[in-house]
């Protein structure tokens, strides 16, 4: 459809028909009887009849068939005829699920989650769907946050390369939304929602302006570089102001500044939620802000549909500004080609034949093994680790998680836990006989409850039983030579409103634990998480410990692929893992602060803790392989830089180990003197090498301006002359460096 054709239709279109398509209604609405919604849901919400038949927009709702059936009957009740958008939160795979958001950061590799991105864009696309509300863009630093799983992690940099990775992902490379298995990709949340003080979830945010502009916006404004068609509004306050009305953030920030032109869409119940905040009266006045802040689509609330009309004929709101929302959303829908094709890629044949096929199953595989990260692998004397698992030796499988199918994350909601293959699945078929396994105990015992999607999650097992349980695990343990011990956090204890005071496992598990390595010190611990956890006591006595995060359909035999040695764990940590919560937030690009305190110093007049220390107990970046590595030292191409030169930092990185191995190369940058105060150093550049035994490799990375300027206090980005060093390494806290002079 041509713009002037859109300008017509939006001319024709009643004040409650624009109002109503900036509307979204979850798609309960459309897959019940009328007359029990009129007396449920429309009575509660304030809606009415009509804007049913004409909300723009639903989520939560997916199946081909399903949604063919909504739009058929939606377009011949809705005055004009014009087609509905259906949008989900598919967030790290539509029914064949990838790793959780974090794990994929922990490949350090931003394919990876292009390629899963990809996958879900066609598995939901021929389900029906036209919007995914993914990327989280949000810079995150405080574990006790249960959203950081839906993060790549603390690094402003990494977070960009990733946003933009999966935009592209989702949307395509050329943008064009109405190719074959593209949907649209919908960035969130603006603004600086990680930032969410004490970690807990929705609570306010308190930043410098500075800070906002320096860390928090740049992975979002990657995202709308890469093409994005949406932008998600966060909960929380910026500047005291919450983001659903807040006219300077998202019209001077988010429009003119960072130059978005899509459409703005609230998060669930964010508009009405303003009058909670004390800067909405009611819910008239939160609609009149939210429009006039320029936020396009009111999700699941009647702010809009129920008083945007009134609003322009009171006078407190011109027709113009709500013709300009409008727009947006027919100008989307445009671009996605539903008024030609409706159904767009929604076919019941397709779905048979992508869902969940040996290809994406592949793919989800390859990527999780790429996210694993191994912390500790101990070696003896003469040099044997227990990883990988030696073929021949009976292995015992320990834990709540080895037979445990609940591997998607909480954010995975349209994934089945059913199609998801186990460690015992996987063990079995690669080890046969020599595995056995044994439960040990529940993920939590029964005095703990947590409150998940679909209601409360409580562990009944009785103490007869729990102790049938432990026994078991013990004799097994006893009788092998090696244990894997399956431990770690329930799904529901990270994700939204999974916000958490301690980062430990379950006590129960942790029970389990210490009576295991009473009979059996020869422990692998296979550690399932959404967050980075309080370890101290499974590091400190396991010989081994594999993060695996949440890893999706696949799980099961990635982790196999890893322990057995077919696959090499190549992932670093996109997070800290803290040596105590009260460390929280912690990241590793912090300030020096004019007291900082040397690693190993105890002094009185130091910024340090008097019982823990500074650092985290394993730091962003680091993560081990199944051989050794070494580095040269930083090479430097020339001692000076021209502000628009370039200088060339280069080391030799050698695999001195006995098997093939892929490590990540991470280039740091520090501005040893600057007007505003610099980080101690941050992450510039990222390469994969992967090398034979005794093969050794020239990795290179070029330095330019745009690596070293920075925000200054007044909001614009400068360049600097002055020292700088260049550190190169395998993880965040490496000294091998070298410094050139900005000229």
């Known amino acids: 459809m041509r713009q002037s054709e859109l300008e017509a239709l939006l001319k024709d279109m009643s004040l409650q028909e624009k109002a109503d398509q900036l509307l979204q209604l979850n798609g309960t609405f459309y897959t019940g009887e009328l007359d029990e919604i009129a007396t449920g849901p429309i009575m509660e919400m304030g809606l009415k009849s009509e804007d049913i038949c004409q909300a723009g927009s639903i989520l939560g709702t997916y199946g081909a068939e399903r949604l063919k059936e909504i739009q058929k009957k939606y377009m011949e009740k809705q005055p004009h005829h014009i087609p509905m958008l259906f949008m989900m939160d598919v967030i790290h795979g539509m029914k064949t699920i990838f790793p959780m958001p974090l794990a994929m950061g922990a490949a350090f590799d931003p394919s990876v989650a292009y390629t899963a991105a990809e996958i879900a864009a066609k598995e939901a696309s021929v389900s029906g769907l036209h919007v995914t509300f993914s990327p989280m863009a949000d810079l995150v630093r405080d574990a006790r946050w249960g959203r950081v799983m839906e993060s790549t992690g603390e690094d402003a940099y990494m977070n960009s390369l990733y946003t933009a990775a999966q935009v592209k992902g989702f949307q395509g490379d050329s943008g064009n939304l109405r190719e074959k298995y593209k949907v649209a990709s919908c960035v969130k949340h603006f603004a600086a929602y990680g930032g969410a003080e004490a970690g807990r979830d929705y609570n306010t945010v308190e930043l410098s302006e500075q800070t906002l502009r320096e860390y928090y916006l740049r992975s979002y404004q990657a995202g709308i570089d890469a093409g994005v068609a949406l932008v998600m509004t966060s909960f929380n306050t910026v500047n005291g102001v919450p983001a659903s009305v807040n006219t300077w953030l998202m019209r001077e920030v988010l429009r003119k500044e960072m130059g978005f032109e899509g459409v703005l869409i609230s998060d669930y119940a964010a508009i009405e939620e303003t009058i909670c905040h004390g800067v909405s009266e009611d819910k008239a006045d939160a609609a009149e802000k939210a429009l006039k802040a320029g936020v396009d689509i009111d999700m699941m609330t009647s702010c809009y549909s129920g008083h945007l009309a009134g609003l322009i004929r009171g006078g407190k709101l011109e027709e113009g500004i709500l013709d300009e929302a409008v727009m947006r959303v027919l100008q989307l829908k445009n671009k996605l080609g539903l008024f030609e094709n409706p159904y767009k890629d929604a076919d019941p044949e397709e779905e048979k034949r992508w869902i969940l096929c040996e290809e994406h199953r592949k793919a989800a595989r390859d990527a999780a093994c790429k996210t694993f990260v191994l912390l500790k692998n101990e070696r003896d004397s003469d040099g044997t680790a227990l990883l990988p698992l030696k073929k021949g030796k009976r292995t015992a499988f320990i834990g709540p998680y080895v037979e445990n199918q609940e591997l998607l994350s909480s954010w995975a909601v349209t994934g089945s836990k059913e199609d998801c293959v186990t460690i015992r699945n996987a063990a079995e078929a690669v080890l046969g006989e020599e595995a056995v396994f044994a439960c040990g105990c529940p993920i939590f015992g029964n005095d703990m409850e947590i409150p998940s999607f679909n209601g409360n999650i409580r562990c009944d097992v009785s103490e007869a039983e729990r102790k049938g349980m432990l026994e078991d695990a013990l004799k097994k343990a006893s009788e092998a030579e090696q244990v894997v011990l399956c431990l770690g956090e329930h799904s529901a204890q990270s994700g939204e409103a999974a916000s958490r005071t301690m980062l430990d496992i379950p006590e129960i598990q942790m029970e389990l634990f210490r009576e295991i390595y009473r009979v059996n010190q020869n422990i692998v611990v296979v550690l399932f998480s959404g967050r980075p956890l309080d370890l101290r006591e499974i590091s400190r006595k396991a010989r081994t410990v594999l993060e695996v995060w949440f890893p999706g359909t696949e799980g099961g035999n990635a982790i196999l692929d890893v322990l057995t040695g077919v696959q090499s764990p190549s992932g670093k940590l996109p997070m ?126 070029e330095i330019t301006r745009e690596q070293l300027q920075f925000m200054a206090s007044d909001g614009k980005e400068v360049l600097e002359s002055g020292r700088f060093a260049v550190y190169i390494g395998t993880d965040s806290t490496t000294e091998n460096c070298a410094e050139f002079v900005l000229i």
């Open 576 to 701: 800290s893992f803290p040596y105590c919560v009260a460390q929280e937030p912690l990241h590793y690009d912090h300030y020096n602060t004019g007291r900082p305190n040397p690693n190993g110093r105890v002094e009185k007049f130091r910024s340090r803790y008097l019982d823990a220390p500074n650092e985290p107990l394993y730091p962003f970046g680091y993560g081990l392989t199944y051989t050794e590595f070494s580095l040269s030292e930083v090479r430097l191409d020339r001692e000076q830089m021209e502000a628009d030169g370039m200088i060339a930092a280069s080391v030799i990185m050698k695999n001195e180990g006995t098997v093939f191995g892929t490590e990540t190369a991470q280039m740091y940058i520090r501005d040893l003197t600057a007007s505003v105060v610099r980080p101690v150093r941050q992450l510039k550049g990222i390469q994969k090498v992967s090398l034979m035994p005794g093969e050794s490799r020239t990795v290179s990375f």
